[in-house]
């Protein structure tokens, strides 16, 4: 370990409804894990709910980390429409970023008829903000996951705290995202690529295809997880996490 070096940073992204709090859950497991070889990267969570578009929310997203310095190793991850971002960030990245973990996310562009759902989606949004959020928890969370009642409670709390301006922004953030498959064919750092068995969101496919697209990545399946997996599965996250620091600190000590 290079003990003169400044210590790395893991940027955690959150997706869609979601504000900082959605990795709370990540952030106790992420401290909770050993770290054999030296403290625990720090983490920022940054919040992605004010800005419009995806590349106002990259811009925000490094200005959050711009005091850091030039010479502390960097990590990103992004969660589902945070994939999104991170990959913008990388596009346009100031600074060099050493790991990066995609988390239940696509480096595609949207479809017509994903639009389509998403229209639907901001109607509805529009009509009933409560009605929407609780439509949207059973259909992201597992069964077996809706029967955790504090779970639940958390979920509803932190999509609620997104309000429906911001919901509504960040869909149109979505529908107007970049197509990332060919710049994912181009990283040159270790990639993280985790998804769902029973993600309705994201499909297992899709997080497979960036996982085969990137030439550095490790891919992991969660069973028994829908597509909030830091929510339901936060010990798992945090593990693929702490991988991807091993693997990426590594390669700056050597």
């Not at 770290?35 to 997203?61: F, H, K, Q, T, Y």
């Not at 960040?170 to 068995?197: I, S």
Request: aromatic share 4%; glycine share 6%.
């Amino acid at each position: 370990m290079n003990s003169s070096r400044p210590p790395a940073t893991l940027v955690l992204i959150p997706g869609m409804l979601n504000t900082p709090a959605v990795f709370d859950r990540t952030q106790r497991a992420w401290q909770a894990l050993p770290w054999p070889l030296g403290a625990a990267p720090r983490c920022v969570v940054v919040d992605v709910r004010e800005p419009a578009g995806i590349e106002a929310m990259a811009a925000s997203a490094w200005d959050a980390v711009a005091s850091l310095p030039a010479a502390a190793p960097l990590l990103l991850a992004g969660y589902s429409m945070g994939g999104y971002i991170a990959l913008q960030m990388l596009a346009t990245a100031p600074r060099p970023v050493q790991g990066l973990a995609l988390v239940c996310t696509s480096a595609r562009a949207d479809t017509p008829e994903g639009a389509a759902v998403r229209e639907r989606a901001i109607a509805a949004i529009e009509r009933d903000f409560d009605r929407y959020v609780g439509t949207l928890v059973s259909f992201m969370l597992t069964p077996a996951a809706q029967q955790d009642a504090a779970l639940v409670a958390d979920v509803r709390a932190d999509m609620r705290a997104v309000g429906p301006v911001a919901a509504v922004r960040q869909h149109r953030a979505a529908a107007a995202r970049a197509d990332r498959r060919e710049f994912v064919r181009r990283l040159t750092l270790p990639v993280q690529v985790l998804g769902a068995v029973d993600d309705k969101v994201t499909p297992p496919a899709l997080s497979q295809e960036l996982a085969q697209l990137a030439p550095h990545a490790e891919f992991e399946l969660v069973d028994g997880a829908g597509h909030l997996v830091p929510f339901e599965h936060p010990q798992r996250l945090a593990a693929a996490l702490q991988r991807l620091a091993q693997r990426a600190l590594a390669n700056e000590n050597h």
